[in-house]
């Protein structure tokens, strides 16, 4: 079956501008995590979503982030007024529960450029 | 809160030969301990993961991971390496929730 697809795939933009980042998960996966990963680093956890709610957003570095699930399935980041320190790849993950024991799966990511 | 430390940055085996790749944890209780590749233009796919039991866990591709609580560590291991194994490779610990915690990863190159 599908996996989870993330759009842009590259994504550039201009610092101060907004960009917004979607996450297609797994179908029939309730549980959905935003992560970000720095150039020579390994993931950094963001958000974690049960459902439509924000379950834990204890990750997200300040607020200009912001991410949404309206439908609990397609989530977005959005980050506003970008700096070039938001230069990342942010990955999504979707599983089934969303347990400890709950396999994470990840997409391709989107690398995102901030000039 | 848990960390992960993967000491090798980058390592370079020849094709058939054996790979290691260390990953250390940090964290009070029994972790759920997880490996994950990464090629390029890839999701992180999971390799193979312990949670409790036998300390010696099989994953996907002939990997295998032991767990060893005395040291810390969650080793991978692979006896013969294909050139397709050429990629970078993610330890992460987990703790009684959701949240993953990564090490920096290694990279692996392989020879001819």
């Known amino acids: 079956g599908a996996g989870v697809s993330q759009t842009p795939s590259n994504k550039v933009t201009e610092k101060g501008k907004y960009v917004e980042l979607r996450c297609d998960p797994i179908?029939?996966?309730?549980?959905l995590y935003w992560y970000r990963q720095s150039l020579g680093q390994g993931p950094e956890f963001l958000i974690y979503?049960?459902?439509?709610?924000?379950?834990?957003d204890s990750g997200l570095p300040n607020d200009r982030f912001f991410a949404v699930r309206p439908e609990g399935s397609v989530s977005t980041l959005k980050i506003q007024r970008t700096e070039r320190g938001d230069s990342a790849v942010y990955l999504c993950?979707?599983?089934?529960?969303?347990?400890?024991?709950?396999?994470?799966?990840f997409g391709p990511g989107t690398r995102l450029t901030v000039l | 809160a848990q960390s992960v430390t993967q000491p090798d940055i980058h390592i370079t085996v020849s094709e058939g030969a054996s790979l290691e790749l260390r990953c250390n944890y940090s964290?009070?209780?029994?972790?759920?301990l997880f490996w994950y590749v990464q090629s390029p233009g890839q999701g992180l796919q999971l390799l193979l993961k312990?949670?409790?039991?036998?300390?010696l866990v099989q994953g996907i591709k002939g990997f295998e991971a032991e767990f060893k609580r005395s040291q810390s560590s969650f080793n991978l291991r692979k006896p013969s390496v294909h050139w397709s194994d050429a990629a970078e490779y993610f330890c992460?610990?987990?703790?009684?929730?959701?949240?993953?915690?990564f090490g920096a990863g290694t990279t692996v190159t392989v020879r001819a």
């Open positions: 979503f049960q459902g439509t709610g924000a379950a834990d």
């Open positions: 179908s029939g996966h309730t549980a």
């Open positions: 964290y009070g209780a029994t972790p759920y």
């Open positions: 312990y949670f409790s039991g036998d300390t």
């Open positions: 992460a610990v987990g703790a009684n929730d959701y949240k993953l915690s």
């Open positions: 993950a979707s599983s089934l529960a969303g347990g400890p024991l709950d396999t994470q799966y």
